[in-house]
């Protein structure tokens, strides 16, 4: 057990609708990191917060963003889905910066969009 | 920007045999490396990491990578493959100059045979 805690573990929607993925860090962890798994993407980083402030930014689209709250805990929202937003999004907490402390992992949530 | 190249997507191995999962990376900067295992309907877990000093480093479960800078590689290996080895396996790279965020490879399902 990682610590990290995603829910829900899957969740299936429609096109065009709009869901929220949570996430609530090992206890102590300042940084959260979000990823998206795809088969065809692979790991993508998707963004990452440091205490409540965004401290970087990949591959998100304008549809999705993501805020941490002032208990650490972090939300992903993706809106307007499509087709192609189905897949494993991971959420990971770190102490620090990713390359003094390793990454925690939570377990998933898998979107299925139809 | 930085990269991580895993060559195979799937790599076969019997039971006892030498496991060798390869990755080579591209980096502008000397950068840290690590491995993360992937089990089925879990989240990724660190194996081993490299940031500076020995190039040859050890991680759980018996696994070792040796960082080659001539060769830009940090290929995973482990003397003896078990059962329970099978799993994806991944490669990231992470800048280490600021906030840095993992880069991943598209990862190497390992199958182990009896």
């Known amino acids: 057990d990682s610590g990290v805690t995603q829910t829900p573990k899957h969740l299936i929607t429609a096109t065009g609708q709009r869901v929220t993925l949570r996430c609530s860090p090992r206890s102590g962890d300042l940084s959260v990191y979000w990823y998206q798994q795809s088969l065809d993407q692979g790991l993508q980083f998707l963004i990452q917060y440091y205490n409540g402030e965004e401290r970087a930014k990949g591959n998100i689209l304008e549809r999705f963003s993501a805020q941490q709250f002032p208990d650490l805990h972090s939300e992903l929202n993706l809106s307007s889905l499509e087709l192609g937003d189905s897949a494993l999004y991971f959420c990971?907490?770190?102490?620090?910066?990713?390359?003094?402390?390793?990454?925690?992992f939570g377990n998933g949530t898998r979107l299925t969009v139809t | 920007a930085q990269s991580v190249t895993q060559l195979g997507s799937h790599v076969s191995v019997s039971e006892g045999a030498l496991v060798l999962l390869r990755c080579n990376y591209s980096?502008?900067?000397?950068?840290?490396l690590f491995w993360y295992v992937q089990y089925p309907n879990q989240g990724l877990q660190l194996l081993l990491k490299y940031t500076t000093g020995a190039t040859l480093v050890k991680g759980i479960n018996g696994f070792e990578a040796e960082f080659k800078k001539s060769e830009t590689s940090f290929h995973l290996t482990k003397p003896s493959a078990h059962m329970s080895d099978a799993a994806e396996y991944f490669c990231a790279v992470s800048d280490p100059r600021g906030y840095s965020t993992l880069t991943f490879g598209k990862g190497t399902m390992l199958l182990v045979s009896p």
């Open positions: 990971a907490s770190s102490g620090r910066d990713s390359y003094n402390s390793p990454l925690h």
């Open positions: 980096s502008s900067v000397p950068p840290y």
